[in-house]
């Protein structure tokens, strides 16, 4: 491993179901939500209000009784003697309903106190009676209600202490609530494209009355519910037993958690979890991802169902669930027409697991996250030549899967036994055949590292493209690289990685390329493709410039089996799969491929990750989240699913393309499908705001072609 790793100064309390692999490195289920700023508590009344006392000992000031962390046992007010009191002045009349107070609770204290409210602060009236309490504080503090009284002040006196009345009262905290406050579990369905704030409760334009889901065999379908609660609610979770038809026929539902990590210095809710149960802290809010794969048997019509929401105490409260499968089939992933390539990583896989790299272990744990690429439509195999190709951009190290040896004889040979493992695996096991993408030629630090036996040391070798030192380094390397490919059956297969560098450099890349391995394609990440870069086999123009390859050269290279795409990374700012992007930009990009002809879609990495995913998405000067789209564990996120949303409406649109040749009828409604896609996924529009309309706008229009072209 290439970095040091130092425990962090803080941590959060881990729930029962999250295992830490690492503690220096793996601490956290989420960041703690306090980070951002205090704790929401929605509906509490007395956040921010003025507070009095009959006094207080030492640094136990009054302030501290409303500070919102009442799960905090080390900071409360306190006064000594008996009888003492505390006072919270709203600054008006307010409607209170409720009240949620928390003694000091350490060492099993018992007091007896009572709650009085008052307009005016002379005449008080009883809210609560707790004047011959007997039982003994705890953590999860003393919920009161009663019918709704109009206070502006609240009065807690403390009339006994079980370690002695010359101990004083202590109190940790005191909430207060009117009657619309949710101090209930609440839960309801969120639109799809939301991303659920962290505390309060979600906003009413977020809110539907059910979970409405749509899809076509074969097609995962998904959505989100919030739950809040302004009072702490152990052990919460959420639970379906299925979507049921008119005949009784049931599709499963997979609830998960969603958690938060951190975009720059915001807490966004990104990470689709592997459990269905967790603490929901009061005030706090936590998001539920709903996700329905229809089985390619399924029968269309309707389903519906309902998620359960439960926690340790209080009743459950559901959400209903809505299904609609139509008639029509998604082939499986793995016979998709889309040429979807993101960049993988394996070394990142190993650091985080802590096992050794190209390991069966380390396979058995990139198996899983490999695969979910694979059923996202990946086409290519991600892999490098030579050590560090891009010039240490990421985190991880990315080492070589060809070890590049000078023996003491003076000659260069390779050692191919890591590329084999990976790519052998990436076929056969996961099940990514279209092409061996191989990085690359024209490296950006311009060096070729080698072990050299003589010394036992590494050292590196200088490339000079148009210097006949480049092909003295490179003809020998793609002779023998050559012959090793086709011997194991990938020589049809393979290609060569020239991204973002001068025609200068491709040139003379290709030219050795045509001279030893002219079986070979180039594949070519480029900003903007030149006449040289548009003739490759694989192009892919940032989406700025993505114009450029479409028209008459797009028919052309889709004629001559050459795949075009287009690609985003840290730039643009809108549309991207950021960290903090607006979830419909990840959707709207397939949708850009599908309505402008592309092959599909490219993005430079899909888990470069960061030192601690779930602590924050940051890394250097790359915006939150460039480096990555899933997380480790395998778990996937809002944006990486949104994407593959996209992916999935790039089928249908193709699909019902090929319609046009079994069905001439269909010719009128896919040509209006085209031409209504085509004015809405352009590059000017790309740079706009409209995504999210966009996406919902390209839904239905694939809808309505779905059902005229039946």
Request: hydrophobic share 40%.
């Amino acid at each position: 491993m290439r970095r040091l790793f130092f425990p962090l100064c803080s941590v959060i309390a881990l729930t029962s179901f999250v295992q830490a692999q690492s503690p220096d490195r793996h601490p956290l289920y989420e960041p703690a939500l306090a980070s951002a700023g205090a704790p929401g508590d929605a509906g509490n009344l007395f956040a921010g209000a003025k507070v009095t006392a009959s006094g207080h000992y030492g640094n136990d000031r009054p302030e501290l009784a409303v500070d919102g962390q009442a799960n905090n046992a080390g900071k409360y007010w306190g006064c000594e003697g008996i009888p003492v009191w505390l006072q919270i002045d709203m600054g008006k009349p307010r409607t209170l309903s409720a009240l949620h107070v928390w003694p000091y609770w350490e060492g099993g204290r018992i007091y007896k106190y009572k709650i009085e409210g008052s307009e005016d602060g002379k005449n008080w009236k009883m809210l609560a009676d707790q004047s011959s309490n007997s039982i003994a504080a705890t953590s999860e503090g003393v919920p009161f209600k009663f019918n709704p009284r109009t206070v502006r002040y609240v009065k807690i006196t403390f009339l006994g202490n079980n370690a002695g009345n010359d101990k004083g009262g202590h109190l940790v905290e005191i909430k207060g609530y009117g009657p619309d406050a949710a101090l209930n579990l609440q839960a309801a369905a969120v639109k799809d494209y939301d991303r659920i704030p962290y505390s309060g409760a979600p906003r009413q334009e977020m809110l539907q009355d059910s979970v409405r889901l749509s899809g076509w065999r074969g097609e995962r379908a998904a959505g989100q519910i919030a739950v809040w609660s302004s009072q702490a609610q152990p052990q919460l979770s959420a639970t379906c037993a299925g979507v049921k038809n008119a005949a009784g026929q049931v599709i499963p539902v997979r609830t998960s958690m969603i958690r938060y990590t951190k975009g720059g210095n915001r807490l966004i809710s990104d990470i689709i979890g592997s459990e269905n149960s967790c603490d929901l802290q009061a005030g706090g809010v936590r998001p539920v991802w709903v996700e329905v794969n229809i089985p390619p048997s399924a029968k269309p019509g309707v389903y519906k169902g309902k998620i359960v929401v439960s926690a340790e105490s209080g009743s459950p409260v559901s959400v209903p669930v809505v299904l609609e499968v139509a008639p029509e089939s998604l082939p499986a992933p793995a016979n998709w027409q889309v040429h979807l390539d993101l960049w993988q990583h394996p070394q990142a896989v190993a650091r985080w697991h802590d096992v050794e790299p190209w390991s069966p272990e380390h396979f058995a744990l990139m198996k899983p996250v490999m695969k979910r690429l694979a059923d996202a439509g990946q086409k290519a195999i991600t892999c490098s030549l030579i050590d560090e190709a891009w010039n240490a951009q990421t985190y991880d190290w990315f080492p070589p899967m060809i070890e590049w040896i000078k023996g003491k004889n003076g000659t260069m040979r390779w050692n191919y036994a890591n590329f084999d493992k990976w790519v052998s695996f990436m076929i056969n096991e996961v099940g990514v055949k279209g092409q061996i993408s191989c990085y690359t030629m024209i490296p950006w630090n311009m060096k070729v590292r080698y072990l050299d036996e003589a010394t036992g040391k590494y050292k590196f070798l200088d490339l000079k493209p148009n210097d006949p030192s480049y092909e003295a380094i490179w003809g020998p390397f793609l002779a023998d690289f050559r012959k090793h490919v086709k011997s194991k059956g990938w020589l049809d297969k393979t290609c060569i990685g020239l991204d973002e560098r001068p025609d200068a450099m491709v040139k003379a890349a290709k030219n050795v390329l045509d001279k030893y391995a002219p079986e070979f394609k180039i594949v070519s990440a480029v900003n903007r493709p030149t006449a040289l870069t548009r003739d490759v086999y694989d192009v892919s123009p940032v989406i700025d410039h993505a114009d450029t390859v479409t028209g008459d050269l797009l028919a052309q290279r889709k004629k001559e089996g050459k795949k075009t795409t287009f690609y985003v990374c840290v730039h643009p700012k809108k549309p991207n799969t950021f960290t903090i992007s607006p979830l419909a930009e990840a959707e709207w990009l397939p949708l850009f491929a599908a309505a402008n002809h592309l092959d599909g879609f490219l993005r430079w990495a899909y888990n470069s990750w960061n030192r601690n995913p779930f602590e924050k998405t940051d890394f250097g000067n790359w915006p939150a989240g460039d480096c990555y789209l899933v997380y480790p564990g395998n778990l996937s996120s809002l944006r990486f699913e949104k994407l593959r949303d996209g992916l999935e409406e790039f089928e249908k649109v193709n699909i019902l393309r090929a319609r046009v040749a079994k069905n001439p009828k269909a010719k009128a409604a896919v040509g209006r499908m085209d031409e209504e896609l085509s004015k809405l996924f352009t590059v000017e529009r790309s740079r706009g705001d409209s995504h999210e309309d966009d996406v919902r706008k390209a839904r239905e229009i694939i809808r309505k072609t779905t059902e005229a072209t039946r």
